[in-house]
């Protein structure tokens, strides 16, 4: 009988994470009118959206820092993941309401490539440590 080893994988976590909070925050704009008549008001929730990037931020850090310390030592994926904290940060704090929606899940989207990144380099270091 085999025993099948079953490894959490953090980057995969964080582009499901990244790209779901991206998707919820391009289109609450459009369906903010219609999520009570189906039950789910409650994804307008500022809760909800600051809860989605603490995950993604927690899991970004987490991924994405292990690896750096312990397998490819490249900045790269670290430098794309800030960028798109920066872009969420700035679509948030700008006061600018045309930008909002537009910078949210463009940040969003650009965390899920600073994982997809840190996967790939992941498969390519011919380290291969377990953390």
Not at 25 to 47: D, K, Q, R, S, Y
Request: aromatic share 8%; hydrophobic share 55%.
């Amino acid at each position: 009988m085999k025993l099948r080893s079953y490894k959490i994988n953090l980057d995969r976590i964080g582009i499901t994470a990244s790209t779901l909070c991206a998707i919820h925050c391009a289109a609450l704009p459009f369906l903010i009118t219609v999520l009570p008549m189906w039950g789910i008001g409650f994804l307008a929730n500022e809760a909800v959206e600051v809860t989605m990037i603490a995950v993604s931020l927690i899991l970004g850090i987490w991924s994405l820092s292990g690896a750096y310390r312990k397998q490819h030592h490249r900045i790269a994926p670290l430098v794309v993941l800030v960028l798109g904290f920066a872009c969420i940060a700035f679509g948030h704090l700008s006061g600018v309401e045309l930008l909002e929606p537009i910078m949210i899940p463009l940040g969003g989207f650009t965390i899920a490539i600073a994982h997809f990144i840190n996967l790939r380099m992941l498969k390519s270091c011919p380290i291969n440590h377990q953390f």
